[in-house]
């Protein structure tokens, strides 16, 4: 084996030596408890409360998304439906550890049947049953190895509790058996800038002690590599500090074609960072931080000081604010609490919120009311918006409470096949590059098992993404992007190439696609895009242009230039 492919996230190359994460511990035995079912059931809340807390302690260090999710599942351990089921398997005579085992077993099997949302939290349920299994062995946590030194790490995949905090002064790089790019693992990656490369199943046969070097711009580990390779993968880095360490210029190709660099961010506090990274404004700004855990709507007054905090941050900029995107997929109990088969397929996004206009037009309020007393460029955007009718039903809507910039998110193929009758009535497009991949490839995004159809890379997404920006370059609207696909630099060039006019993402993502950008001209990110579309899978595009763009060996550089 001399080299094994992946999904890189970013642009990054690191080198060292492998150290393989240690699987879960074996599933305990069901023999009958000796110690009677008060003392079990004492461990086995003791043991919950513990690695609820160790969570929320974990999440607190790491703030940013990591803080999210690793709250969320802090709230999962302690659920009490899951308690009840653990109780009632002690009762019955088992010890807390097989109560343990077998009630998150259930719990998990039960969330993967519903899908969408809850189906992503299952993945997280067996962390948090090897956590408060190794604490009733009296076991240390499963977790990320310390061997004393750097080192590459390994892994089928990382429990968002390990990726949070990862020590980047010792992991040079991560690599995962599984996962997709958009993957916790992944998100979190590229969140904290970590060399990393998903989904290379090949991997597994990796063992520890193995030179590697681990890059993410090509999707590549080199296998015990040769000291010229090991030499370029120096000098690659060296030229990647640089670039983190360049002036914070606007986002252009090399041509002077601007393409302005937003950041996606998930509530308030994260705007000093986008700021201080470059961020031209903002592309994407999630609200549902304010009703995910929330019992009832937040009041409008919570919410003007929320967007109005926002706003302020980017005085004179672009923010562009997405109307809150629940609903069956992302349960509120106060939004639409109906069972659905297939709620990925459900009443959410602009579904939901035309189900409970109270609530969109109390958030239109609100927004309005923080327009007025900052100076930001306020821009608002639908989630999920499937027909024209949908799209005039929210443009005429804002425009009702004084917005003047509405526009929609195309998420599903049907809105970007219509792009133009879309476009007619909004100000401008922005595509999800995450859900659109979805329902373009019916592969939940969610779902491990189908990971490998979750690649905006792929042509058929491609293809649509050209379709919106056709349109918007006919009609003189903007069209952005700001799913994940945004935050690939590689592919970001193509997006330009395919007409987008903005780019948005993670703000640790912003140095690479704007150093990326500056190498290609407008003609060329077109001739990519070409390329791009010319494939017949992700795998084929994401080749077709890593080849294209590969800088020519050594000698062939003399022939060129003699």
């Known amino acids: 084996m001399s080299e094994v492919r992946g999904v890189g996230i970013g642009l990054g190359v690191a080198q060292g030596v492998v150290v393989r994460m240690t699987e879960a511990s074996p599933a305990p035995e069901n023999t009958p408890s000796t110690q009677g079912a ?8 003791e043991a919950v409360t513990a690695v609820a807390a160790e969570l929320t302690a974990r999440g607190e260090s790491a703030g940013g998304s990591a803080q999210e999710v690793l709250e969320a599942q802090a709230m999962i351990a302690e659920d009490p439906t899951l308690q009840d089921e653990v109780d009632a398997r002690i009762d019955d005579g088992a010890t807390a550890e097989w109560a ?40 240390d946590a499963p977790g990320v190895p310390d061997p004393g030194h ?68 090509a999707g590549i580990v080199t296998v015990d590599p040769t ?30 074609t601007l393409i302005p660099l937003l950041a996606n961010l998930g509530k308030p506090a994260d705007a000093a960072d986008a700021v201080e990274r470059g961020a031209e404004g903002v592309g994407l700004f999630r609200t549902e931080f304010l009703f995910l855990s929330s019992a009832q709507a937040p009041t409008v007054e919570q919410q003007r000081e929320s967007y109005r905090e926002l706003l302020a941050a980017f005085p004179g900029k672009k923010v562009v604010v997405r109307m809150l995107d629940a609903g069956a997929d992302k349960p509120l109990a106060f939004l639409n ?25 109390e958030q239109l309020t609100a927004l309005a009311e923080a327009d007025a007393a900052t100076e930001a460029d306020l821009w608002v955007m639908a989630p999920m918006v499937a027909t024209v009718e949908e799209t005039e039903y929210f443009t005429s809507l804002a425009r009702e409470y004084g917005l003047k910039t509405a526009g929609v998110m195309v998420e599903v193929p049907a809105a970007a096949l219509l792009a133009d009758r879309v476009l007619a009535h909004a100000d401008f497009a922005s595509i999800g590059t995450n859900d659109l991949t979805q329902y373009t490839m019916a592969a939940d995004r969610m779902l491990g098992s189908v990971a490998g159809f979750q690649d905006p890379w792929h042509p058929a997404v491609l293809r649509l993404v050209r379709e919106v920006g056709a349109a918007g370059a006919r009609l003189g609207k903007p069209v952005g992007i700001c799913g994940e696909a945004a935050a690939d630099p590689m592919l970001a060039v193509v997006l330009v190439g395919l007409g987008a006019t903005t780019l948005s993402m993670a703000p640790s993502a912003l140095a690479d696609v704007r150093q990326m950008l500056s190498t290609r001209t407008l003609d060329e990110a077109r001739n990519l ?31 060129t230039t003699s």
């Not at 008060?38 to 809340?45: G, H, I, L, S, Y």
């Not at 000291?227 to 252009?252: C, V």
């Open 38 to 45: 008060d003392v079990e059931r004492t461990r086995a809340r």
């Open 337 to 361: 609490d109906a069972h659905e088969e297939n709620p990925a397929l459900g009443l959410r996004g602009l579904r939901a919120l035309r189900a409970s206009e109270d609530i969109l037009r």
């Open 150 to 217: 750097p080192f590459v790490l390994v892994a089928r995949d990382l429990a968002p509790a390990d990726t949070a905090l990862l020590d980047l002064d010792q992991v040079l790089a991560l690599v995962t058996f599984d996962g997709g790019p958009t993957s916790h693992t992944a998100i979190l990656a590229r969140e904290k800038g970590i060399v990393a490369i998903v989904g290379a199943s090949a991997a597994v046969d990796l063992g520890t002690g193995t030179s590697v070097i681990v890059d993410a711009a």
């Open 227 to 256: 000291d010229e390779e090991k030499d370029r993968a120096d000098q690659r880095a060296a030229a990647r500090r640089s670039a983190d360490d360049a002036p914070l210029t606007p986002g252009a190709l090399a041509d002077g």
């Open 529 to 559: 895009a070409e390329l791009a579309l010319a494939a017949d899978d992700a795998a084929g595009a994401r080749l077709a242009v890593a080849d294209a763009t590969a800088p020519l060996p050594p000698h062939q550089q003399k022939e």
């Open 100 to 139: 343990v085992h077998d009630a998150f077993a259930g719990f998990r099997a039960t969330l993967e049947a519903v899908g969408g949302y809850l189906g992503e939290r299952a993945a997280d349920l067996d962390d948090i049953a090897q956590r408060v299994l190794a604490r009733l062995r009296g076991e």
